[in-house]
């Protein structure tokens, strides 16, 4: 029943992206919409295939931006999480001090980032480990606090380390909320990498749209904007299909 559902929510996905792109072509065939305006997606397509914008190349700078800082934040995340969850002490003075950071809007920081480390792949790679790391860090806090405490009170009284409290009881238990920071993280990192490739950059997809934005190649401002899409929707989808494996159904968060 459970493999059904799926395959349904499958064809469903599959045939609502179909219908939107059967929308698009009649639009702009029928709208009598300028090419500069709206391209059709067979001159979409033509962009791509075309051999002047070095898609692939980008397109490997903006997946290492993006993927790089995800996995950073993710580790960072759940390393201070941990730290807080030990340590109220810690918590107490640090957490207030992350928030405020967080507060801080990430296109303010653009121009600080590349006086300081100036262009390339580590400040965009920076840029969106800044935007998705907090997320990350509260929901991991908040299912490391959700375990039960009979649990933790039985391994204690079994002489467990604190190590082995975090990786029998507490970790397993945090995972439904790791994953539900993962994916919010998973859509943020793919606007920091962006971010940072607009507001100071020499190559990746941000850039390649702003330099095509002068002369109003949309094809090719369109064809980034889908490829910068397919970006994100591989690292969700890694994402989904690392919480099949590692959390039951039932414990998921949604």
């Known amino acids: ?14 045939l609502a992206h179909i219908a939107l792109l059967v929308a698009w072509y009649l639009f702009v065939k029928f709208g009598n919409v300028p090419k500069f305006v709206m391209p059709s997606p067979g001159e979409t397509l033509d962009a791509l295939l075309s051999p002047n914008y070095g898609w692939w190349a980008n397109v490997a700078v903006t997946g ?4 790089a800082g995800y996995f950073l ?11 807080f969850t030990w340590s109220k002490a810690l918590e107490a ?4 001090l992350l928030v405020s950071l967080n507060m801080i809007p990430k296109v303010a920081l653009g121009p600080l980032i590349i006086v300081w480390f100036k262009y390339g792949v580590f400040p965009n790679t920076l840029m969106a480990f800044s935007i998705c790391v ?13 375990v039960e405490p009979e649990l933790l009170d039985l391994v204690r009284s079994l002489k467990g380390s604190r190590w082995q409290v975090f990786t ?11 994953f539900s920071g993962m994916k919010v993280a998973a859509i943020l990192a793919v606007a920091g990498a962006i971010v940072g490739e607009f507001l100071g950059s020499d190559k ?21 904007v889908i ?6 929707m591989l690292l969700y989808g890694l994402v989904l299909g690392l919480e099949k494996l590692l959390v039951v159904k039932d414990a998921r968060v949604s």
């Open 204 to 224: 990746g997809l941000g850039y390649l749209m702003l330099q095509v934005q002068v002369t109003l190649d949309t094809p090719a401002m369109f064809m980034a």
């Open 1 to 14: 029943m459970d493999r059904t559902d799926a395959l349904t929510r499958y064809a469903f996905a599959v």
């Open 73 to 83: 934040a993710l580790v960072v995340g759940v390393a201070l999480a941990l730290t």
């Open 227 to 232: 490829l910068i899409t397919l970006l994100g």
């Open 134 to 146: 907090f997320p990350i860090l509260l929901t991991t806090a908040r299912g490391l606090r959700e």
């Open 168 to 178: 029998k009881i507490q970790f397993p238990g945090a995972l439904p909320y790791i």
């Open 93 to 96: 003075f640090f957490m207030p």
């Open 64 to 67: 290492t931006e993006i993927f």
